[in-house]
């Protein structure tokens, strides 16, 4: 009887009866929870509200093998495809949307569940790299888009990666790759602070000339020449009209004011 009238009153999920219930609209004789209410006699949400849903864990689904047929049947090749075939409406109920999961036991890559054959990027086992530049450099490729056509092309081994400068950690540069010689790409050497040894990253704002890293250039600079500032009379640098770093700052902000 409880059920019946639930039915009637057409809720679409469990979050639109309890809504129901806190409205103060169910009949005082009916449950608000249903599940403990009626224990065993409770056959889920969908048959307490007449729209028939089963919850994803309590289906009974296809075996494995039976959901991979049923997919290659249809000729789906993509998981794009795969994920537009669900959202159809075309699905049979008893084939789940979240087949890696479901399916997890068995599972191994969405190229054997449907039948492409396609292994992840990151999951290839590639040759090594001395091996791989062997290889294509008897092509006698001479740019980087000859490469990306001769890729395209399928002529390309599935062992050699498409793009060697994400896989390889020996890569330098693609004529070292491709095997022209062509030294103008090369990287430049790593420049090392002569006082330190270490390897200055950032050329542009290392001055080179002296061959020192910043850190050393400016303990250098401070030996050669300490001044006072004619302001708060600390030893300093002049960055301009005798003044230090801070004090030049504070003048310039006064001048611009």
Same mark, same amino acid.
């Given at each position: 009887m409880s059920g019946k009238l639930v =039915?009637?009153?057409?809720?679409?999920?469990?979050?639109?009866?309890?809504?129901?219930?806190?409205?103060?609209?169910?009949?005082?004789?009916?449950?608000?929870?249903?599940?403990?209410?009626?224990g065993k006699e409770f056959q889920?949400?969908?048959?307490?509200?007449?729209?028939n849903y089963v919850a994803t864990f309590n289906r009974q689904y296809r075996s494995f093998t039976a959901s991979k047929q049923y997919v290659r049947e249809h000729r789906i090749s993509s998981i794009k495809q795969w994920s537009q075939h669900c959202s159809s409406g075309e699905k049979p109920d008893d084939i789940p949307t979240d087949v890696a999961v479901i399916y997890s036991k068995e599972w191994t890559t969405w190229g054997d569940f449907l039948g492409t054959g396609f292994v992840c990027y990151?999951?290839?086992?590639?040759k090594?790299?001395?091996e791989s530049r062997k290889f294509v450099r008897k092509l006698?490729?001479?740019?980087?888009?000859?490469?990306?056509?001769?890729? =395209?092309?399928?002529k390309k081994p599935d062992d050699i990666p498409a793009g060697p400068s994400?896989?390889?950690?020996e890569w330098t540069y693609w004529d070292d790759w491709?095997?022209?010689?062509?030294?103008?790409?090369?990287?430049?050497?790593?420049?090392?602070? =002569?006082?330190?040894?270490?390897?200055v990253v950032d050329r542009a704002k290392s001055p080179s000339a002296l061959g020192m890293c910043g850190a050393c250039y400016h303990k250098h600079r401070r030996k050669l020449k300490p001044h006072i500032c004619s302001e708060c009379g600390e030893k300093c640098f002049i960055e301009g009209?005798?003044?230090?770093?801070?004090?030049?700052?504070?003048?310039?902000?006064?001048n611009h004011a």
């Open positions: =039915k009637s009153e057409g809720l679409q999920s469990f979050a639109e009866w309890q809504t129901f219930c806190r409205r103060g609209l169910k009949p005082a004789n009916i449950p608000a929870g249903p599940s403990q209410m009626f889920g949400v969908g048959n307490w509200l007449g729209t990151q999951n290839r086992k590639h090594s790299f001395e006698g490729l001479k740019t980087r888009a000859e490469w990306e056509r001769y890729c =395209k092309s399928g994400m896989v390889y950690s491709l095997g022209t010689g062509n030294s103008k790409h090369k990287k430049k050497p790593p420049l090392k602070c =002569k006082v330190c040894g270490k390897v009209r005798n003044r230090c770093k801070k004090c030049y700052r504070r003048f310039q902000r006064n």
